[in-house]
């Protein structure tokens, strides 16, 4: 015999699982899992093809996005490179000028790249209390080049120690106000640059002093311009490899500049009188060319650092002027310690 009512008899069988623990056990098997999956929503797929609920964490891939590369302006490039030149050649054919009777025509030119590169470095960098850089930067100018040219011997180490005491003048002179004093050690580095770099271009007049002096400024700076001019027009031309997104210079111009600036001092070593040779011009204009363009390609960092700060940009010629100038302030010193090691 069989009960005449069911054990389910009476039981709804749409009714919702128990809500409270003591309940019945939760159904398990495909069903529930069923279930479970519904009630976490829609899945959605990701790039693969593979599905991806919303609370899955995201992919780096989408969240990562290429950062667009800065544009080349390719007449500011010629332009700077036009400028480069000309600096150069001014320089060059100044030094020609030289003798022991009769330094004040290339004492003058040499003066006049230091105002230019003082007023075009204060007014990109700004450093705090720019009225006494300023001053500062120009009294150190003139007392380097006045020690160059009257100097009992042609030596490097008397500038040194005039730019060592610009700096510190500088220095002191950003510490009497208050709100220059909070950016002293920000400024540093700026400062030290501004007033190394006008005494570095006054190198050139220690260099003409000393024998095959004159013909080492032409080497070197030759190969310096020709290195400066040759990468901005590769630039122009093709700016690759990038050498970063936010910087509009490549790889190709900075290596191709300073082979091209080599071969031409080798090229130049071959007419020069003993003690020069092709291979002893080459190496002077190889480290010349290097330190010119590598000082370029610093100044592009340096201004796409401020642009991505947020700083406002200055005046646009000093802008596009930085660059040329660096470079022949760096290469003087390195003309006159090559000229010293390898002559």
Not at 129 to 146: K, P
Not at 162 to 183: F, K, M, N
Not at 188 to 213: E, H, K, M, Q, Y
Request: hydrophobic content about 50%; some cysteine; overall charge positive.
């Amino acid at each position: 015999m069989f009960p005449a009512n069911s054990p389910e008899t009476g039981r709804d069988p749409w009714a919702d699982e128990p809500s409270s623990p003591a309940g019945a056990a939760p159904r398990t098997g495909p069903a529930a899992e069923i279930d479970q999956g519904r009630s976490r929503g829609p899945r959605r797929l990701r790039r693969g093809g593979a599905a991806r609920r919303p609370d899955d964490e995201a992919d780096p891939d989408d969240e990562d996005e290429a950062e667009p590369q800065v544009e080349v302006r390719r007449k500011i490039s010629l332009a700077i490179g036009g400028f480069a030149a000309l600096l150069g050649l001014g320089l060059v054919v100044a030094a020609q000028t030289s003798s022991p009777g009769h330094r004040l025509p290339f004492t003058l030119v040499v003066t006049i790249v230091q105002v230019m590169f003082l007023l075009a470095w204060t007014m990109v960098t700004r450093p705090p209390a720019l009225a006494v850089v300023l001053g500062v930067g120009a009294a150190t100018a003139v007392a380097a080049d006045v020690v160059a040219v009257r100097s009992a011997e042609a030596r490097l180490a008397p500038l040194l120690y005039i730019a060592v005491g610009g700096v510190l003048a500088a220095l002191l002179g950003q510490l009497v106000r208050r709100v220059d004093r909070v950016r002293v050690t920000d400024s540093l580095r700026t400062t030290a640059t501004t007033v190394f770099g006008v005494v570095g271009i006054a190198t050139l007049i220690v260099l003409s002093r000393i024998p095959a002096g004159t013909q080492a400024i032409a080497v070197c700076l030759t190969a310096a311009g020709v290195a400066l001019v040759v990468a901005r027009l590769a630039d122009a031309a093709a700016a690759w490899p990038r050498l970063a997104p936010q910087v509009p210079r490549g790889a190709a111009g900075v290596v191709g500049g300073a082979m091209v600036g080599t071969l031409i001092s080798a090229l130049l070593g071959g007419y020069l009188v003993t003690p020069f040779t092709p291979t002893r011009a080459a190496i002077i204009g190889l480290v010349a060319a290097v330190v010119a363009v590598l000082a370029d390609l610093a100044v592009s960092y340096a201004e796409a650092g401020r642009m991505m700060a947020g700083e406002m940009p200055s005046v646009w010629a000093a802008r596009h002027m930085q660059g040329p100038l660096g470079g022949f302030a760096m290469a003087a010193p390195a003309a006159y310690l090559m000229c010293r090691l390898v002559l």
